[in-house]
């Protein structure tokens, strides 16, 4: 199966102290919150974010291959009473 | 890349001392961004490098950065982020010798260099098993859920379908719910821990009078040091912090008016200033420091003492409204120096944050 390169943007704001992506379960490493992976393709991916800080942290997530995005989280958000926040979501490369 | 980074500290200084007159302003001068290679998850290294400059209310300053985050090779669980900056920063206005033993740099009217490093470690991280089929369905039985408790709360269904399937909306809209997410990404063990520490060294003008009234001058090189350690520990929503502090600097020498012994003068020409060359005014602090956030309340308790002096130090704010729309929180503030005695007033500051900047 072909690979494809999938670049990775993450923005972290109002509190984030730290942040980790990882696509299935190879984690991204990032630098000055820029990462990038080799994702098979096609086929269909899942994108995992942890981050920790305060509450009402946020972090936005973009991921793209070439000039096109082919995921984004637009804005994750740590909820009142907690200092963590994860998700997940599925894409396609 | 080496060479970009030090052509762009080299001028760091001259920036810095050039946005003195401006108003506060913040604007990214240059993003240099990570190499990545065909075959495999890429670290940038040391080629990547962030610059930036910004003027705050008594400061302009030039900031180079650099962030990492990455998991622990010898544990998964373990989420690090480290954090390296060294900034340059020239005061905006002269004046005044004010010394702050609780906060601040220490370092007023200075031209400063500083660097700081600071490591983050969040133990207790799941990697959820999305080759497992029966951890997909478990996922998406909460998402699914996710997306019709929130058209129960009356989101619309299309904005519904575009939530994101994380902790905060699942909190927000199935709260009920939240423990079965956090299973998929958290330990029930997870705790936060903070450590670093920092370099210092400025450089500062210091005018003076001599008691036969002439204008002298003389430069000084303030140097100071600090290291830090934190922790959230298990299911607290508060940081226990401890740390040292090492500053070798000074201070104007008391002002006053003197005036000319002049025999038969109707007229005396008096001068007023610091009379003698600065006194050291170094520094020793070894502080301890808990912030907790309790509902709609925070307050934050640092004990501080300083070896140079050998006095304790107090400060306990607490906030009434720890936020707000517009940035601002406030509450009372009880303070208390060894030497001063007990000082209780109103505050208001910046929003409260639970870790250090």
């Given amino acids: 199966m072909a690979t494809r390169k999938v ?32 994702l098979e393709s096609p086929k269909t991916h899942f994108l995992v974010w942890w981050f920790g800080g305060e509450p009402g942290a946020k972090l936005s997530i973009i991921g793209v291959v070439g000039a096109t995005t082919v995921v984004e989280v ?12 994860a998700g997940s979501k599925r894409f396609d490369v | ?73 010898d ?46 470690l969040l133990s207790g991280r799941r990697r959820p098993d999305f080759d497992n089929p029966d951890v997909v369905k478990k996922r998406d039985v909460i998402c699914e859920e996710l997306i019709l408790g929130a058209i129960k709360k009356g989101v619309s269904p299309e904005d519904a379908k575009g939530l994101e399937c994380d902790t905060g909306n699942v909190k927000k809209f199935i709260p009920e719910r939240l423990e079965d997410h956090n299973a998929l990404f958290w330990d029930d063990d997870r705790s936060h821990y903070l450590w670093g520490g920092s370099a210092t060294v400025g450089h500062r003008q210091f005018k003076y009078l001599e008691t036969d009234l002439t204008e002298k001058s003389t430069s000084k090189t303030p140097w100071g040091v600090s290291v830090f350690g934190a922790t959230v520990p298990r299911g607290m929503d508060t940081l226990l912090t401890g740390g040292f502090e090492y500053r070798s600097k000074q201070k104007d020498a008391d002002e ?67 936020s707000s729309d517009s ?16 000082q209780i007033g109103v505050f208001v500051t910046s929003s409260f944050k639970l870790f250090p900047n």
């Fill in chain 1, 7 to 38: 670049d990775f943007t993450v923005t972290g704001k109002d509190g984030v102290q730290g942040f980790w992506i990882a696509v299935g379960n190879k984690d991204v490493p990032l630098v000055n919150g820029k990462g990038s992976i080799n």
């Fill in chain 1, 74 to 85: 637009k804005q994750s958000v740590i909820p009142p009473g907690e200092l963590e926040g």
């Fill in chain 2, 1 to 73: 890349m080496i060479r970009h980074f030090v052509a762009a500290l080299m001028t760091m200084g001259l920036l810095a001392m050039g946005l003195r007159a401006q108003q506060p302003t913040a604007k990214t001068l240059v993003g240099i961004v990570g190499q990545s290679t065909a075959d495999r998850a890429v670290d940038g290294g040391l080629s990547s490098i962030q610059v930036q400059a910004s003027t705050d209310d008594s400061n302009a300053m030039v900031k180079a950065a650099r962030t990492r985050s990455f998991t622990d090779p």
């Fill in chain 2, 75 to 120: 544990d998964p669980t373990r989420a690090l982020s480290t954090s390296w900056s060294l900034t340059a920063s020239a005061p905006l206005s002269k004046g005044g010798d004010a010394t702050a033993l609780l906060s601040g740099d220490g370092f007023p009217d200075s031209f400063t260099l500083k660097t700081k490093y600071t490591r983050y």
């Fill in chain 2, 256 to 322: 006053k008016t003197l005036c000319p012994q002049t025999a038969g003068a109707s007229q005396l020409e008096c001068k007023t200033g610091p009379i003698g060359a600065p006194v050291d005014a170094d520094e020793q602090l070894v502080y301890v420091e808990m912030r907790r956030l309790m509902l709609s309340r925070a307050m934050s308790l640092k004990v501080t003492y300083n070896f140079e002096t050998e006095k304790l130090g107090l400060d306990l704010p607490v906030y009434v409204i720890p």
């Fill in chain 2, 327 to 342: 940035g601002l929180a406030g509450g009372i503030r009880v303070g208390w120096l060894e030497t001063e005695g007990a």
